[in-house]
């Protein structure tokens, strides 16, 4: 059964080296009642641990049912322990947290045994001593002979082979001792049992077996037992404990320190608290600035822009001083651009004017398109006539949403500053920025002095403009075409009877407040207007010939089979300019494509820019997304990029809010860091308070692993429980924040915590708490369970 072989241990003291055992030879039998005797420091309870695998020998042979343990490694030894070997101590060892019943099933949950197997076979070791009536007691509601009762109950449950009891009376009454060793000798009628003690008396009334020790030598043996030869029939069973046991465990330990585990899980959830209120404002202001953007962003198209567009940089200057944005006073203010400003040409083709047009309908409001048409416009001073210099002066039209009336777009975005709104096809405006600025270009375009300090805007309102076809504004000569008169006699065309009088009735200035304008300073017209004029240029005289023609019919020069300028089929007024068809131009211009000359003749009906209104901001990525479909694998030159100028204004707010929240949280982290540090602290103590249990558990089995497993629990409960607490304080303290902040600001439940940042919140809180205990974890893996069993 149990054979032990020239079994050697020593321990080392610095130099000094103390012999336990000293070449041990001893036979046990299957079933007998064996009794070691002797003195303190004689090497018996040495024996009874080498023999329970709790000390490893130095030397010689511990055999089990002929399976010898030379090589065994450590999960062998635990593994011997839980299906081999039953211990009983002087001292009971019972683990204090536990209830009898579950003191008593803990080897047999080691093992693995199913829960309804493992409860029953427990109460039947607890009938066995009497103790059925107490299962869900305490052990320290018991007696000590209670206690020794449950001591061998808990070696009796897993039915292991043999059963180690070590001075099992020591601490009890004469009565009790005799009790207790009644049933120690029961239990060796079928199994095998080793008492270490002191008492010779109990050894010769109860043992079958005397075994004397002095000095590490087995002296004598009152029943020795000759080697016999066995054949290994001897089959270990891996113990393993599961995290759920693990958690079992420590919870009920934690439950007896209620106030340190709560005042430790607070602590720790203070970091949480602060990350949380932090994120929960982020999220709430995050919520009321999309709201708010959503509102005042929403009717923001995405546009696609064909001409090139002066952008202002910063506030201007005047002399000294700068102009207030949204003046009151009726003054157009006319100033220099040449300074602080930058532009931007894109690519518009017919084929992508198609694509547009197929997008799907469910996405959009509708979709405005601005035709900057080349149209023949003459102003006069009274005296003289000459064509609206178009590269001095926006000349542009206005868009309006499809399925709207005429002028919505102006009276949504725009404030009349004098005049009206326009009312018919005829009708223009004079758009000025936000400064009622024009530039000295525009000013002069128009025919009046720019030179001045301002100009009251109610001399502008009524100022007429012609609009000349291009049949009376040129005429045939041979081959080619010239306009029909000198500059010295524009004011012929210009009082003409076919002419079509432009009545500039408003001047308007967008909106305070509004972010966005697709209408640069200048005039504005009617898309009725600007397709009136390209019907009527299509069917022209000089368009018909240009059409068939291989020249400019302007100027006489070749035309290009390629694309100039930007590269763009319509390059906005660069085209008229280089075709030669202003009034008075002469030669000399750059070569075109028929393309590029007909657009500068006003035979194109595409739009210099497109402007799409998606539904709400959702519907806007779809949108965006059909629009970047069209420039993948294209080359950069043909893509076409469009300003969505809502997702500008919506990141740069984002980064700004992220930017803050991701300083914040840093510094709430700091309690983080900290709450780890205590953690670690505090499981450090709870191994120190729970070495004997960490002994009991490796006496019963246990893996170091499981050791582990045990420690990382108890983190993974605190953690758990910081994490809920800190949440749930969040949840409370938002109540009382959102009170202040809405009597400060007016903002209504700006702090609301996203659900899934407070489920991250606590799986990093249970994350840095097992973090923080690990390293005492490993420490009280590391234990000698001889070492943990006798500490108190």
Same mark, same amino acid.
């Given at each position: 059964?149990?054979?032990?072989?020239?079994?050697?241990?020593?321990?080392?003291?610095?130099?000094?080296?103390?012999?336990?055992?000293?070449?041990?030879?001893?036979?046990?039998?299957?079933?007998?009642?064996?009794?070691?005797?002797?003195?303190?420091?004689?090497?018996?309870?040495?024996?009874?641990?080498?023999?329970?695998?709790?000390?490893?020998?130095?030397?010689?042979?511990?055999?089990?049912?002929?399976?010898?343990?030379?090589?065994?490694?450590?999960?062998?030894?635990?593994?011997?322990?839980?299906?081999?070997?039953?211990?009983?101590?002087?001292?009971?060892?019972?683990?204090?947290?536990?209830?009898?019943?579950?003191?008593?099933?803990?080897?047999?949950?080691?093992?693995?045994?199913?829960?309804?197997?493992?409860?029953?076979?427990?109460?039947?070791?607890?009938?066995?001593?009497?103790?059925?009536?107490?299962?869900?007691?305490?052990?320290?509601?018991?007696?000590?002979?209670?206690?020794?009762?449950?001591?061998?109950?808990?070696?009796?449950?897993?039915?292991?082979?043999?059963?180690?009891?070590?001075?099992?009376?020591?601490?009890?009454?004469?009565?009790?001792?005799?009790?207790?060793?009644?049933?120690?000798?029961?239990?060796?009628?079928?199994?095998?049992?080793?008492?270490?003690?002191?008492?010779?008396?109990?050894?010769?009334?109860?043992?079958?077996?005397?075994?004397?020790?002095?000095?590490?030598?087995?002296?004598?043996?009152?029943?020795?037992?000759?080697?016999?030869?066995?054949?290994?029939?001897?089959?270990?069973?891996?113990?393993?404990?599961?995290?759920?046991?693990?958690?079992?465990?420590?919870?009920?330990?934690?439950?007896?320190?209620?106030?340190?585990?709560?005042?430790?899980?607070?602590?720790?959830?203070?970091?949480?608290?602060?990350?949380?209120?932090?994120?929960?404002?982020?999220?709430?202001?995050?919520?009321?600035?999309?709201?708010?953007?959503?509102?005042?962003?929403?009717?923001?198209?995405?546009?696609?822009?064909?001409?090139?567009?002066?952008?202002?940089?910063?506030?201007?200057?005047?002399?000294?001083?700068?102009?207030?944005?949204?003046?009151?006073?009726?003054?157009?203010?006319?100033?220099?651009?040449?300074?602080?400003?930058?532009?931007?040409?894109?690519?518009?083709?017919?084929?992508?004017?198609?694509?547009?047009?197929?997008?799907?309908?469910?996405?959009?409001?509708?979709?405005?398109?601005?035709?900057?048409?080349?149209?023949?416009?003459?102003?006069?001073?009274?005296?003289?006539?000459?064509?609206?210099?178009?590269?001095?002066?926006?000349?542009?039209?206005?868009?309006?949403?499809?399925?709207?009336?005429?002028?919505?777009?102006?009276?949504?975005?725009?404030?009349?500053?004098?005049?009206?709104?326009?009312?018919?096809?005829?009708?223009?405006?004079?758009?000025?920025?936000?400064?009622?600025?024009?530039?000295?270009?525009?000013?002069?375009?128009?025919?009046?002095?720019?030179?001045?300090?301002?100009?009251?805007?109610?001399?502008?309102?009524?100022?007429?403009?012609?609009?000349?076809?291009?049949?009376?504004?040129?005429?045939?000569?041979?081959?080619?075409?010239?306009?029909?008169?000198?500059?010295?006699?524009?004011?012929?065309?210009?009082?003409?009877?076919?002419?079509?009088?432009?009545?500039?009735?408003?001047?308007?200035?967008?909106?305070?407040?509004?972010?966005?304008?697709?209408?640069?300073?200048?005039?504005?017209?009617?898309?009725?207007?600007?397709?009136?004029?390209?019907?009527?240029?299509?069917?022209?005289?000089?368009?018909?010939?240009?059409?068939?023609?291989?020249?400019?019919?302007?100027?006489?020069?070749?035309?290009?089979?390629?694309?100039?300028?930007?590269?763009?089929?319509?390059?906005?007024?660069?085209?008229?300019?280089?075709?030669?068809?202003?009034?008075?131009?002469?030669?000399?211009?750059?070569?075109?494509?028929?393309?590029?000359?007909?657009?500068?003749?006003?035979?194109?009906?595409?739009?210099?820019?497109?402007?799409?209104?998606?539904?709400?901001?959702?519907?806007?990525?779809?949108?965006?997304?059909?629009?970047?479909?069209?420039?993948?694998?294209?080359?950069?030159?043909?893509?076409?990029?469009?300003?969505?100028?809502? $997702? &500008?204004? @919506?990141? *740069? #707010?984002?980064?700004?809010?992220?930017?803050?929240?991701? =300083? /914040?949280? +840093?510094?709430? %982290?700091?309690?983080?860091?900290?709450?780890?540090?205590?953690? $670690? &602290?505090? @499981?450090? *103590? #709870?191994?120190?308070?729970?070495?004997?249990?960490?002994? =009991? /558990?490796? +006496?019963?089995? %246990?893996?170091?692993?499981?050791?582990?497993?045990?420690?990382? $629990?108890?983190?993974?409960? *605190?953690?758990?429980?910081?994490?809920?607490?800190?949440?749930?304080?969040?949840?409370?303290?938002?109540?009382?924040?959102?009170?202040?902040?809405?009597?400060?600001?007016?903002?209504?439940?700006?702090?609301?915590?996203?659900?899934?940042?407070?489920?991250?919140?606590?799986?990093?809180?249970?994350?840095?708490?097992?973090?923080?205990?690990?390293?005492?974890?490993?420490?009280?893996?590391?234990?000698?369970?001889?070492?943990?069993?006798?500490?108190?």
């Amino acid at each position: 059964m149990l054979q032990l072989k020239n079994v050697t241990k020593s321990y080392r003291t610095g130099e000094f080296t103390q012999v336990a055992l000293d070449k041990i030879n001893l036979n046990f039998r299957k079933s007998e009642f064996v009794a070691i005797l002797g003195q303190s420091g004689s090497g018996k309870t040495t024996l009874l641990n080498i023999i329970g695998g709790l000390d490893q020998y130095d030397s010689g042979e511990l055999i089990i049912n002929g399976q010898s343990t030379e090589h065994f490694k450590d999960s062998d030894w635990d593994a011997y322990r839980n299906n081999s070997v039953g211990f009983i101590f002087q001292s009971y060892n019972l683990i204090s947290h536990l209830s009898l019943l579950d003191n008593v099933e803990m080897g047999m949950t080691l093992s693995g045994v199913a829960s309804a197997e493992k409860h029953r076979k427990a109460l039947e070791a607890l009938e066995k001593v009497g103790l059925k009536d107490h299962i869900h007691k305490k052990p320290n509601q018991l007696s000590g002979g209670q206690m020794q009762r449950v001591a061998i109950a808990r070696a009796l449950a897993n039915n292991p082979d043999i059963i180690l009891a070590d001075e099992p009376t020591g601490a009890l009454d004469t009565e009790t001792s005799e009790q207790i060793m009644e049933l120690i000798k029961t239990i060796a009628e079928d199994k095998l049992v080793i008492m270490v003690t002191h008492n010779p008396e109990l050894a010769e009334s109860y043992a079958d077996r005397i075994i004397r020790f002095s000095d590490g030598h087995a002296v004598s043996d009152s029943n020795p037992l000759a080697n016999q030869k066995t054949t290994s029939s001897y089959k270990l069973k891996e113990t393993s404990m599961s995290f759920f046991t693990a958690l079992k465990l420590s919870g009920k330990n934690i439950a007896t320190k209620k106030w340190r585990t709560g005042l430790t899980a607070f602590a720790s959830s203070i970091g949480i608290i602060g990350i949380a209120l932090i994120l929960s404002l982020s999220n709430g202001f995050d919520k009321q600035i999309s709201s708010y953007e959503t509102g005042a962003l929403s009717n923001f198209p995405i546009s696609i822009n064909q001409t090139a567009t002066s952008v202002q940089i910063g506030p201007p200057d005047e002399g000294e001083s700068k102009l207030p944005a949204y003046p009151a006073e009726k003054k157009l203010y006319p100033y220099d651009p040449s300074e602080n400003s930058r532009q931007h040409t894109n690519v518009l083709t017919k084929e992508y004017i198609d694509y547009l047009n197929k997008i799907d309908p469910a996405l959009i409001d509708g979709i405005s398109y601005t035709r900057s048409v080349n149209m023949n416009v003459l102003v006069s001073d009274g005296e003289k006539a000459a064509a609206l210099d178009k590269s001095r002066i926006s000349l542009t039209a206005y868009p309006s949403k499809q399925g709207s009336e005429t002028g919505s777009y102006l009276e949504q975005y725009y404030d009349v500053l004098d005049g009206k709104f326009p009312a018919s096809k005829n009708d223009v405006v004079l758009i000025v920025d936000e400064y009622n600025r024009l530039t000295d270009a525009a000013v002069s375009a128009l025919g009046l002095d720019y030179k001045v300090d301002s100009i009251d805007l109610g001399d502008l309102v009524g100022t007429k403009l012609k609009l000349v076809m291009n049949n009376d504004y040129y005429r045939k000569n041979g081959d080619q075409f010239v306009v029909n008169g000198t500059a010295a006699n524009l004011m012929e065309l210009y009082n003409s009877p076919k002419a079509e009088t432009l009545n500039i009735v408003g001047v308007l200035r967008a909106k305070e407040g509004t972010s966005i304008s697709s209408l640069n300073p200048g005039i504005a017209y009617s898309d009725e207007l600007a397709a009136s004029f390209i019907a009527d240029a299509q069917k022209s005289e000089i368009v018909l010939a240009q059409q068939k023609a291989d020249f400019n019919v302007l100027t006489g020069q070749a035309l290009s089979d390629e694309v100039s300028g930007s590269g763009s089929a319509i390059a906005g007024g660069s085209p008229l300019e280089r075709m030669g068809a202003g009034a008075g131009a002469a030669g000399g211009a750059a070569s075109l494509t028929k393309e590029e000359a007909l657009a500068s003749l006003g035979a194109t009906d595409i739009p210099t820019s497109v402007s799409l209104y998606p539904i709400d901001f959702s519907a806007k990525e779809s949108v965006i997304a059909y629009l970047d479909k069209w420039n993948e694998g294209r080359d950069t030159k043909d893509q076409v990029i469009y300003t969505d100028l809502a $997702a &500008i204004v @919506t990141n *740069i #707010s984002g980064s700004i809010m992220d930017g803050i929240t991701l =300083v /914040l949280i +840093a510094f709430a %982290a700091i309690s983080l860091v900290v709450s780890l540090i205590m953690i $670690a &602290i505090i @499981t450090y *103590i #709870s191994v120190m308070e729970r070495t004997k249990e960490i002994g =009991v /558990l490796r +006496a019963l089995g %246990a893996r170091k692993k499981d050791i582990t497993r045990v420690f990382n $629990a108890e983190t993974f409960i *605190i953690g758990a429980c910081s994490g809920i607490l800190g949440i749930g304080i969040t949840y409370l303290l938002t109540i009382p924040v959102n009170a202040i902040l809405q009597n400060l600001t007016d903002l209504s439940n700006v702090a609301q915590l996203n659900p899934l940042h407070a489920l991250i919140l606590g799986v990093i809180s249970v994350g840095l708490t097992m973090i923080g205990g690990s390293i005492p974890a490993k420490m009280a893996a590391k234990k000698d369970p001889v070492a943990a069993l006798r500490s108190e």
